[in-house]
């Protein structure tokens, strides 16, 4: 149940060309990866396995997933990405798995530029964002609640 509320809250704040954040337990991330929403979230109609997530996972008939496009993290940059436009860069999301949606991306600009340490050039060309700070408080706080909820109750986000 707890699941299913998540689901429907996220599927009324999605927009398309808006920005969310997915649940990973990948280690070399904060625990979380940054999407852009590239169409209207929808219910599946019969499981399916879904593309673009390591491992594959299914989802199953009566869930809401939503099309995203991936975007890297920029390396040497804290909280700054680029989008994957090629086709890995392509995927399906459960909406089970979104923290956060809606976020405010600032682009750069001269009171909001890359760090030195970055290839300022390559981050540029590929478009470089950066994730607002008081989104980055919100997405480690859904982290650590969804990481409490799990191990009390077992969900498996």
Same mark, same amino acid.
């Not at 996220?10 to 808006?18: K, Q």
């Given at each position: 149940?707890?699941?299913?509320?998540?689901? %429907? !809250? =996220?599927? @009324?704040?999605?927009?398309?060309?808006? &920005?969310?954040?997915? !649940?990973? /337990?990948?280690?070399?991330?904060?625990?979380? #990866?940054? %999407?852009?929403?590239? =169409?209207?979230?929808?219910? +599946?109609?019969?499981?399916? %396995?879904?593309?673009? +997530?390591?491992?594959?996972?299914?989802? &199953?008939?009566? @869930?809401?997933?939503?099309?995203?496009? &991936?975007? $890297?993290? +920029?390396?040497?940059?804290? /909280?700054?990405?680029?989008? =994957?436009?090629? !086709?890995?860069?392509?995927?399906?999301?459960?909406?089970?798995?979104?923290?956060?949606?809606?976020?405010?991306?600032?682009?750069?600009? /001269?009171?909001?530029?890359?760090? #030195?340490?970055?290839?300022?050039?390559?981050?540029?060309?590929?478009?470089?964002?950066?994730?607002?700070?008081? #989104? %980055?408080? @919100?997405?480690?706080?859904?982290?650590?609640?969804?990481?409490?909820?799990?191990?009390?109750? $077992?969900?498996?986000?």
């Amino acid at each position: 149940m707890l699941l299913h509320g998540i689901e %429907v !809250r =996220m599927n @009324e704040r999605i927009l398309i060309v808006t &920005f969310g954040t997915m !649940r990973t /337990d990948d280690e070399t991330t904060q625990g979380y #990866n940054l %999407v852009k929403w590239i =169409m209207e979230s929808y219910t +599946v109609q019969e499981d399916t %396995v879904l593309m673009g +997530v390591e491992p594959q996972p299914s989802a &199953f008939t009566g @869930e809401i997933i939503c099309d995203a496009v &991936f975007w $890297n993290p +920029v390396p040497n940059a804290i /909280d700054w990405y680029t989008p =994957m436009f090629k !086709r890995e860069g392509l995927v399906i999301i459960r909406l089970k798995q979104v923290l956060i949606t809606g976020m405010t991306m600032k682009m750069i600009s /001269d009171n909001n530029m890359l760090p #030195n340490k970055c290839n300022k050039k390559q981050a540029t060309n590929q478009g470089a964002m950066k994730i607002d700070g008081d #989104n %980055v408080c @919100e997405i480690i706080e859904e982290v650590y609640r969804r990481d409490k909820f799990d191990k009390e109750f $077992n969900i498996g986000f």
